[in-house]
């Protein structure tokens, strides 16, 4: 079953993702080569807890963090652990939140020092794939319509897109249905509505699309352990235009200002 949300459930929505929007912000801060995925995760966990929230993940199902935080060939639900990041890596940090009873729900994957050409434009691709994603995500279209603009893009670039995970309704829970799978046909699946709120989160793997599941019970990777990257926005469906209610503003300024330097 679908909750559909009023305006003010969405402005507080807003608020979760603001809080989700501004951790994410400063992880971007602190990561880089040297910094344990741990370390970010207390990061946020504190800034979280200081700005009223609760972490969004933490014990979810028996998960042990905050944040999700899945390196080079890990796809989503990495464990953070003590091992310094390297120069070259890329990690998927996605950090959830509860504020106000509702949850918020972000994904960025970030660049660790100098990566390869190659694996910025695999980044590149997979963020602009949720662009187009968001696109798709208005009153009167299809969820098939979100998953086609994802898949179509991707693939023509010669990238796969995993099939098994999937995004999401969310709300006063954080999975919700309906799913919403980064693959689809145009014009097939539930009719979007005004009042659904979900996270549109594209994983985009250099390689083959086929996926495995770690020892630790937690951990996605690639099957041939090729490099995959993921980015996820929380999104209200609107007429005429996606209400994107999460942000990767406070990242990308931090990214930027670095860049100058
Ligand atoms: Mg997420
Ligand atoms: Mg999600």
Redesign the pocket.
């Known amino acids: 079953m679908i909750f559909f949300k009023t305006d003010e459930e969405i402005e507080l929505m807003r608020a979760s993702n603001l809080l989700v929007a501004r951790t994410l912000g400063e992880v971007a801060k602190a990561i880089k080569p040297g910094v344990s995925t741990l370390e970010l995760d207390k990061i946020a966990e504190t800034f979280i807890r200081d700005n009223g929230g609760v972490p969004g993940f933490l014990n979810y199902h028996g998960f042990p963090n905050t944040l ?1 935080t899945s390196v080079n060939q890990h796809v989503v639900h990495g464990i953070p652990n003590k091992t310094p990041l390297k120069n070259g890596d890329i990690v998927s940090v ?1 950090c ?1 939140a509860l504020l106000n009873g509702f949850f918020g ?3 960025y994957t970030f660049e660790i020092g100098e990566v390869k050409p190659e694996i910025k434009k695999l980044l590149a691709a997979t963020k602009q794939s949720l662009l187009l994603g968001i696109e798709q995500a208005i009153d009167g279209n299809r969820l098939g319509d979100i998953g086609f603009a994802v898949q179509e893009y991707t693939e023509k670039l010669g990238y796969s897109v995993v099939r098994e995970m999937v995004g999401h309704g969310i709300g006063k829970n954080l999975h919700e249905a309906p799913e919403v799978p980064n693959y689809g046909k145009r014009g097939n699946g539930i009719k979007l509505q005004s009042g659904m709120v979900i ?1 549109i ?1 594209p994983m985009i793997n250099m390689g083959k699309r086929q996926i495995v599941q770690e020892k630790d019970g937690w951990t996605i990777r690639t099957v041939d352990n090729q490099m995959s990257a993921h980015f ?1 926005h929380t999104v209200a469906i609107r007429k005429g235009k996606a209400d994107v209610l999460s942000s990767f503003e406070f990242v990308e300024e931090v990214l930027h200002l670095q860049s100058e330097k």
């Open positions: 999700c996605d959830g729900d972000s994904a996270a989160e996820e």
